[in-house]
């Protein structure tokens, strides 16, 4: 049988599609690239926007064509957890389905829907299950340090598709570098919910400044996280990354809002000035450090007063990234019981002037890198540029002329033009490890 896995949402989730294709390998499947290949499906999706959930409905509509010829559709991951049952009834089409954890009993959920069963398997993600990983990177790898989250921000889902916060045990995450750095991974990016929260669980003084100071010790040349949480970044956790030699001077931290009466109704548990210290500090300890960040514009009650307050922070802090969406009510979320009071047009207008102020300071960070040196991990080759592309220590995008053996090797990049997105430069020196 051959399986075909398609992933929306973060990170975690693209690694949890990792996790389900190496279920699905140890049980003799093999995995292929595309749908039109596959005898079976496997939607791993997200449900953190209604948007991510309208992707998930529209191309199972699509893939409707492929059940002609026998192939099964599987419908997993966080929407799927979310939506239980009555996703058969939004997704007519499906022929099995389950949720964010306990995916080894996936082949068996496959056979049965092949017998002509319509299985459903959501238990309530309380476990950590150890799973088998297939990458789909041999020099880049994700690294799950925790699963869940305790928080209980008004907007977000999270806590209720992926369950609270379960850290794996040190030793099981340092076993699993340790090998990664053998077999040659050039880059491992640690990933949790709130990373910041790593440890906290395990009541053993295991915390993530104790984690990053043990991965800085092993042969691995970058080491990245994500993401922060503001309110729980600690002064251990900031001394750990400026200490670490191959923790790169990137710090992913959602801010949300610049509205210290938003950020309270959302109940992020820090303040404006208090996101600005920390932002200082940052800045002080790790010089260079790249700080990106995640804003939602149209939470429920904002005005246009509070808004020019999330766009004055984005100004002051100068983000590297703004990751920015229109808030949208999910289910269970205690702010799904607010009226959801900003109009669809307002929180469009909101979005795009976010966007353009990112851009603008985008485009100003580049220029100011132009004539610089920089190590560029290699990713891969665009086509519409005809260009290879990679990224720096401090994760901005660089983009060059190479040559494919350069995948995966880092380079160094003389950076010669800038756009508001990336930087553009040429190859200095082939190698640098
Ligand atoms: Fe969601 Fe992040 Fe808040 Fe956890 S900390 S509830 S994942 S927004
Ligand atoms: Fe989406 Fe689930 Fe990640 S809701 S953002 S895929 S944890």
Not at 26 to 41: K, S, W, Y
Not at 133 to 146: K, W
Not at 323 to 344: E, N, Q
Not at 392 to 400: A, E, G, M, Y
């Amino acid at each position: 049988m051959r399986a075909c896995v398609l992933t929306w949402g973060c990170q975690l989730n693209v690694h949890r599609s990792e996790e389900i294709e190496g279920v699905l390998e140890r049980a003799g499947f093999r995995i292929v690239d595309r749908p039109e290949d596959a005898d079976v499906v496997i939607l791993n999706t997200c449900m953190v926007r209604k948007r991510a959930e309208d992707k998930v409905v529209g191309r199972v509509g699509e893939l409707a064509r492929l059940k002609r010829k026998g192939v099964l559709i599987g419908v997993g991951g966080c929407m799927a957890q979310g939506r239980k049952e009555e996703l058969f009834k939004i997704c007519p089409g499906i022929d099995f389905a389950f949720g964010t954890s306990d995916i080894s009993l996936l082949p068996e959920l496959i056979e049965r829907a092949r017998a002509g069963e319509r299985p459903a398997h959501f238990p309530a993600p309380v476990t950590l299950e150890p799973l088998p990983v297939r990458r789909r990177s041999t020099f880049s790898a994700y690294v799950t340090v925790a699963e869940g989250c305790s928080c209980a921000c008004a907007y977000c889902i999270v806590p209720f598709v992926r369950g609270p916060l379960r850290s794996r045990p040190l030793a099981d995450i340092l076993d699993e570098l340790v090998g990664l750095a053998a077999a040659g991974y050039k880059e491992v990016t640690l990933l949790g919910q709130n990373v910041d929260a790593y440890g906290m669980d395990l009541k053993d003084g295991t915390d993530f400044a104790l984690l990053l100071r043990k991965v800085s010790k092993l042969p691995i040349p970058r080491v990245r996280f994500t993401s922060s949480h503001p309110a729980y970044m600690r002064e251990e956790t900031i001394a750990a990354i400026a200490q670490g030699q191959n923790i790169c001077e990137h710090v992913h931290m959602a801010v949300q809002s610049g509205s210290d009466r938003i950020l309270a109704a959302m109940g992020r548990g820090y303040t404006r000035e208090d996101f600005l210290k920390l932002v200082e500090r940052l800045r002080t300890e790790i010089p260079g450090v790249n700080i990106t960040t995640d804003v939602i514009v149209g939470f429920p009650g904002e005005t246009e007063e509070d808004f020019q307050e999330t766009l004055s922070l984005i100004e002051e802090v100068k983000f590297g990234t703004v990751y920015v969406a229109a808030y949208s009510p999910r289910p269970y979320t205690r702010a799904a019981r607010l009226p959801d009071s900003v109009p669809r047009e307002e929180k469009a207008r909101r979005l795009k002037e976010v966007l353009e102020l990112t851009r603008k300071n985008g485009l100003e960070l580049h220029r100011r890198r132009i004539g610089e040196i920089v190590e560029v991990l290699v990713e891969g080759y665009l086509p519409e540029k005809g260009m290879y592309y990679g990224k720096t220590r401090d994760f901005r995008t660089v983009l060059f002329s190479g040559e494919e053996e350069l995948v995966g090797q880092i380079v160094e990049v003389r950076v010669e033009a800038a756009s508001p997105g990336a930087m553009e430069g040429s190859l200095v020196k082939e190698r640098i490890a």
